[in-house]
């Protein structure tokens, strides 16, 4: 299986017609100067050009959140690196993304995977529409209950991104393309995706003099923050030369640059290192999946997450999760499934619902979790940290709608400015959840809410306590809102 180093894509400002790469502005501030959607075409298509091109490293945020836990319980804090590229880079990244992704469907029919993997790919129902992660978590429990008498094994891939080898990718790379080795435009951006170098972006904003001592803590510890509006940090960062001399160490300050040089491991959030961490697995999807179909059961891998339902006992099912352990290291080096994150659940089936127990593990303790959705043998449910999660994050933002409101209507009581309120339109509006973009083609504006109201009616009737933990969402922001209201009316 073949295809051209580059397809037939002519710069040009209009719609990306089907098949054609679809260009997405980067407004971001980075080190490159704004590229127009002629300027970025012309560059991604142009084999030499991206053979030549320089990369500039990543720039690095955290993403930070504290673990869901019992009330009273102190969760435990994680956080996530991001890493985005600059925008000529990553319009390259996605164009190959592009290009690789037409092969790699054709290997996932032809194989029989394109049920199976579920992440970053548009997945098409027999509506013709895209479909999501509610879709998937749905037909897993359709799985489960058609099974009736069955065993669940939830799986997750440890630190997946960061620890695909290089040389295992290079070579399923070549075998992608049917050729023996990479083309130089190809392999500058494997280069690029494997040997990159990343700059933390506050470190940089300080040495630019963007972030600064600015707040002192309790413990007269300094304390850094903006010093001018977000708005007015320029989207170019800085010319080539104050890169050279103010952030790789030419003027004699420390280097912010921190180059990867492990022979493992691709930074997760560049436009291509989705697909490249999926169709690394593309043989040990095979694997399983031909076990599993042996046995009689389906197979599912949603990036990291993993899960096997089988119509078989439990002894057979912890047999198979130690064999799908042992697959997957043969399948890459530094390739481990964690076993604090693994389970295996036991249906069975009594009546039109099933029970259940769990064989193994600690995940689910009310039911088999997936997706965001969680399964107790009966109903679908929205996951309890999910809501937890957003109940957080409805107490600040009724805290912001308060401030408003009184601003605009003084004189109103709290009554009254409740009782005119429009909740479902802030319901609308509220909770950007920025994950659902990689889990369907037509939620770029979903909000929690949206989200939400359409997992209640797809997951329908297993979903219908989905309306009542909604309802119970909406009660809590009214809540929220009318105490936040209180609280700042002056006195």
């Known amino acids: 299986m073949t295809i051209k180093a580059h397809g037939n894509l002519a710069p040009s400002r209009s719609k990306s017609k089907p098949g054609e790469w679809t260009f997405k502005p980067k407004g971001y501030p980075h080190f490159d100067a704004f590229l127009s959607e002629v300027d970025a075409r012309a560059l991604a298509a142009d084999a030499s050009r991206v053979a030549a091109h320089t990369f500039y490293p990543f720039l690095r945020y955290h993403q930070r959140w504290t673990k869901f836990t019992a009330k009273g319980v102190k969760g435990e804090a994680k956080e996530r690196p991001i890493r985005f590229a600059g925008r000529a880079d990553s319009y390259i ?7 690789l992704s037409v092969p790699f469907e054709n290997e996932l029919k032809a194989r029989g995977l394109d049920r199976n993997v579920l992440a970053y790919r548009r997945v098409v129902g027999d509506d013709g529409k895209g479909q ?31 620890t695909l080898d290089h040389a295992v990718l290079k070579q399923k790379w070549c075998s992608l393309l049917g050729v023996p080795r990479l083309p130089r435009d190809h392999h500058k951006v494997f280069k690029a995706i494997t040997s990159y170098s990343v700059i933390d972006r506050d470190e940089l904003f300080v040495r630019l003099g963007y972030m600064g001592p600015k707040h002192v803590s309790k413990t007269g510890e300094s304390i850094n923050g903006y010093l001018v509006a977000t708005s007015l940090i320029p989207r170019q960062l800085c010319t080539g030369k104050e890169f050279r001399e103010k952030v790789a160490g030419g003027d004699g300050q420390p280097s912010l640059v921190k180059k990867h040089w492990k ?23 095979a694997s399983v999946k031909q076990k599993v179909d042996e046995l009689g059961g389906r197979y599912f891998r949603y990036s990291d997450d993993i899960l096997i339902v089988v119509p078989t006992e439990p002894a057979a099912a912890l047999e198979l999760e130690e064999w799908v352990r042992a697959e997957i290291v043969a399948h890459g080096p530094k390739l481990r499934i964690k076993p604090e994150k693994s389970a295996i659940f036991h249906y069975e089936a009594a009546g039109e619902d099933q029970s259940w127990f769990r064989v193994v593990g600690e995940q689910g303790t009310n039911g088999l979790e997936y997706l965001g959705f969680r399964y107790d043998g009966r109903n679908m449910f929205l996951r309890d940290s999910t809501l937890s999660g957003l109940q957080r994050k409805a107490n600040s933002s009724a805290k912001r709608m308060a401030l408003t409101l009184l601003k605009r209507f003084p004189e109103k009581s709290t009554d009254q400015i409740m009782s005119d ?71």
């Open 93 to 99: 990244y996605s164009y190959y993304r592009h290009l």
């Open 132 to 162: 999501c992660n509610i879709h998937f978590a749905l037909e897993t429990v359709q799985a489960i209950r058609t099974m009736g008498n069955c065993c669940v094994i939830a799986l997750d891939i440890s630190s997946f991104f960061e």
């Open 263 to 285: 022979p493992y491991g691709i930074p997760q959030g560049s436009p291509i290192s989705d697909l490249l961490a999926n169709f690394y697995l593309l043989d040990f999807d």
């Open 421 to 491: 309120f429009n909740m479902s339109g802030f319901l609308e509006r509220y909770g950007r959840v920025r994950e659902f973009e990689s889990k369907a083609d037509d939620v770029r504006n979903w909000t929690f809410w949206t989200y939400a109201t359409r997992a209640a009616r797809l997951t329908a009737p297993l979903g219908l306590p989905i309306y009542r933990q909604l309802r119970n969402y909406r009660r809590n922001m009214r809540a929220h809102l009318k105490r936040s209201l209180e609280k700042r009316r002056p006195s």
